[in-house]
C-alpha cells in the first residue's frame, strides 16, 4: 500500500487534468501569439483558461498572469512592486514564517537598500496583529503575507492585514502568498492587490503558476521578452500548463466540500498523535483543513520520516524545500520553539484523494515505528 500524506509539498494530479494536458499537448500546440486557426484555437485555450480561473477567485479574467510557478509569482510580485514603488519609499513589511520564496526575496531586496521589517508569530503561529500595525508606515511601498502557513497550516488574517495597510499606508501594495489556500478554501482575491499560486498544489501540473495582480497596481516586468500577457512577462504561453491549471483549479473548487470530511480525519490524526506523546503544533480552528504537523519530543523527525517511507507512507519534516537541511524548521523556531522542537518536527498533509483507510494504515505503522524507537 502506498500512502500519500505530504500534499503541502505537492499534489498528484488529477487524471482528467493529465488527459487535457496530453491532449492540448498533441492537439492544440499552436502559438497563442500565431495569426494562424491554430494559434487562434490556442489563444481562445488561454483566454477560456483566464475566464475560468478569474471566476473562481472572483476577480476580472485580465487580472490573471501565468508564470512557471509560485516561487516565479512572488519574485515578480514582491520585487515589481518594491522597484516601481522606489521612489514613494522602501520601506517593506512581512512575517519571519513566509515561505524561502518571500524570504529570499526580501533578503535580495535589503542588499539593494530597502528596509524590511520582520513580524513574528506567536507559538499558536498566528502573526501578531498588534505588532504589524506599528510597524506599518505611511512610505511603506509592500507587505507581503501567506494566507496560512506551509508547515503549520495555521491561517494568518490576511482580510484584517488588507483593512490596516488601507487605512495606514497610502501607497503599499499587498501581497498574499495564497499557495497553500488554494483548492481547500474558497477565495476572493478581490481584498488583495496581488495574491500567488502554483498549480501542483492542487492536482494540476508542475512548473505553471498564476500571479493575480489587480488592475492599476504598478509592476514592471521580470522576465522580458516579447509583448504577451500585456507585455508584463515574456515568453510563449504554457498553453497546456495553462489549460491544466484552469482545469485543477475547477475540480478543486469543487471538491472544497470534501474537506468536511477530510478535516475529520485530519483532526483525528491529530488526537492520536497526542495520545503517541507527540506535542501538536497546528490548532483545530484558523487551520487549512488538511494540515497537522507535530513535534517528537526528543527526537529528530528525519528517522521516522525515513522509517515510513521504507513502509510506503510519505510525509515530511518541515518544508519540502529545507527537508534535506541539517537544522530544525525556520518557521517553528521562528514561532518561538527550542531547536531541538524544530528539529522534531513533521508535517502530515492530507488532500480530497485522501481516504480513511489510508489514515489508518498510517497511524498503526507510525504506533509500530514509535514503539521500536522506544519514545
Ligand atoms: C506557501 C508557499 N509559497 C510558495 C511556494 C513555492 O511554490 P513553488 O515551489 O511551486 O514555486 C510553496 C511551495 O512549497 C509554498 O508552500
Not at 514582491?78 to 522602501?90: E, N, Q, R
Request: glycine letters at 8%; charged letters at 25%.
Amino acid at each position: 500500500m502506498k500512502v500519500y500524506l505530504d500534499n503541502n509539498a505537492t499534489t498528484k494530479i488529477y487524471p482528467e487534468v493529465a488527459e487535457k494536458i496530453k491532449e492540448i499537448m498533441i492537439n492544440s500546440y499552436g502559438n497563442p501569439s500565431s495569426l494562424h486557426q491554430l494559434g487562434l484555437e490556442a489563444q481562445d485555450i488561454v483566454e477560456e483558461s483566464s475566464e475560468r480561473i478569474a471566476k473562481n477567485f472572483n476577480v476580472n479574467p485580465f487580472e490573471i498572469y501565468y508564470t512557471s510557478g509560485a516561487t516565479e509569482s512572488i519574485n515578480w510580485a514582491l520585487k515589481g512592486s518594491a522597484y516601481s514603488g522606489k521612489k514613494t519609499g522602501k520601506h517593506i513589511v512581512t512575517s519571519s514564517i513566509e515561505h524561502s520564496a518571500v524570504i529570499s526575496c526580501m533578503k535580495s531586496l535589503e542588499r539593494q537598500g530597502y528596509e524590511i521589517d520582520y513580524i513574528n508569530a506567536g507559538k499558536n503561529g498566528i502573526i501578531d496583529l498588534n505588532e504589524f500595525e506599528k510597524k506599518l508606515r505611511k512610505d511603506t511601498v509592500l507587505v507581503s503575507v501567506m494566507s496560512a502557513n506551509n508547515e503549520t497550516g495555521m491561517k494568518q488574517p490576511v482580510e484584517k492585514i488588507s483593512e490596516m495597510v488601507r487605512e495606514i499606508s497610502e501607497y503599499a501594495v499587498f501581497h498574499v502568498d495564497a499557495v497553500q489556500s488554494a483548492g481547500k478554501e474558497m477565495l476572493d482575491l478581490k481584498s488583495f492587490d496581488m495574491a500567488s499560486f502554483s498549480a501542483h498544489k492542487f492536482h494540476g501540473p508542475k512548473g505553471s503558476g498564476i500571479l493575480y495582480k489587480k488592475e492599476g497596481i504598478r509592476t514592471i516586468p521580470l522576465i522580458e521578452g516579447g509583448s504577451q500577457q500585456r507585455g508584463l512577462r515574456g515568453g510563449t504561453y504554457n498553453v497546456h500548463g495553462i489549460a491544466g491549471t484552469a482545469e485543477a483549479l475547477d475540480m478543486a473548487v469543487k471538491n472544497i466540500c470534501k474537506y468536511e470530511e477530510i478535516k475529520k480525519m485530519r483532526n483525528y490524526i491529530m488526537e492520536e498523535l497526542e495520545k503517541y506523546g507527540l506535542l501538536i503544533i497546528t490548532e483545530k480552528e484558523n487551520s487549512v483543513p488538511n494540515t497537522v504537523c507535530a513535534v517528537l519530543r526528543k527526537r529528530r523527525a528525519d528517522t521516522v520520516v525515513n522509517a515510513l517511507s521504507d513502509e510506503g507512507i510519505y510525509i515530511s519534516r518541515s518544508s519540502a524545500c529545507s527537508s534535506r537541511s541539517e537544522s530544525g524548521s525556520r518557521v517553528l523556531k521562528a514561532m518561538g520553539y527550542t531547536e531541538d522542537e524544530a528539529m522534531g518536527m513533521m508535517r502530515i498533509s492530507l488532500s480530497d484523494m485522501t481516504t480513511a483507510d489510508e489514515v489508518e494504515y498510517f497511524l498503526i505503522k507510525l504506533k509500530n515505528i514509535l514503539s521500536f524507537l522506544k519514545f
